[in-house]
T-cell receptor
Framework: AQSVTQPDIHITVSEGASLELRCNYS??????LFWYVQSPGQGLQLLLK??????LVQGIKGFEAEFKRSQSSFNLRKPSVHWSDAAEYFC???????????FGTGTKLQVIP | GAGVSQSPSNKVTEKGKDVELRCDPI?????LYWYRQSLGQGLEFLIY????????KSGLPSDRFSAERTGGSVSTLTIQRTQQEDSAVYLC?????????????FGPGTRLTVT
């Protein structure tokens, strides 16, 4: 069965600083990978996804993520964080041909001035 | 276009009462999911509908939980004899059909509080 680990429950960064949120997955084959963002009181919005091809994927709001098969990781990055990026971020993994997606427990990002 | 909508946005109910939560998926999306998000937890999968196939109910936590999807569109999640541990945000998501369309589109959720 597939699984996702987000080891950081809460991260605080200064506005303008770089950001990296960690995600490790467990799955026997090449997975589908996603990052979603949830602002307070909102549903989840897709930031980016990896299906195949280039392992560095670009998403919305200036985010990017890199699929590293050798490390079973799909870390989310942003070079310069804005106060509006404060939210909760979820990594998710899906299996080809299998319609369910498994979500991590989320990382809550706090941005300080 | 219109996104996934859910109603009500908030629901407060007394322990032991039944509740119904509604989800209107994006038009044309064949797949529909229900999740539960408890405080400090990730998303817990509850149930999945795909077209006319039998739903995947493997995530329903007890027989007090049930869901249906009428006409391949609107879905209702019903919780009978609610308990305090049912308090959570219930999220619905829909997805279009086809390989390469695995991203899900989420509604804003229904916050359920059982007193």
């Amino acid at each position: 069965a597939q699984s996702v680990t987000q080891p950081d429950i809460h991260i605080t960064v200064s506005e303008g600083a770089s950001l990296e949120l960690r995600c490790n997955y467990s799955y026997g084959a090449t997975p589908y990978l996603f990052w979603y963002v949830q602002s307070p009181g909102q549903g989840l919005q897709l930031l980016l996804k990896y299906f195949s091809g280039d392992t560095l994927v670009q998403g919305i709001k200036g985010f990017e993520a890199e699929f590293k098969r050798s490390q079973s990781s799909f870390n989310l990055r942003k070079p310069s964080v804005h106060w509006s990026d404060a939210a909760e971020y979820f990594c998710a993994v899906g299996a080809r041909g299998y319609q369910k997606v498994t979500f991590g427990t989320g990382t809550k990002l706090q941005v300080i001035p | 276009g219109a996104g996934v909508s859910q109603s009500p946005s908030n629901k407060v109910t007394e322990k032991g009462k039944d509740v119904e939560l509604r989800c209107d998926p994006i038009s044309g999306h064949t797949a529909l999911y229900w999740y539960r998000q408890s405080l400090g937890q990730g998303l817990e999968f509850l149930i999945y509908f795909q077209g006319n196939s039998a739903p995947d109910k493997s995530g329903l936590p007890s027989d007090r939980f049930s869901a249906e999807r009428t006409g391949g569109s609107v879905s209702t999640l019903t919780i009978q004899r609610t308990q305090q541990e049912d308090s959570a945000v219930y999220l619905c998501a829909s997805r279009p059909q086809g390989e390469g369309s695995y991203e899900q589109y989420f509604g804003p959720g229904t916050r359920l509080t059982v007193t």
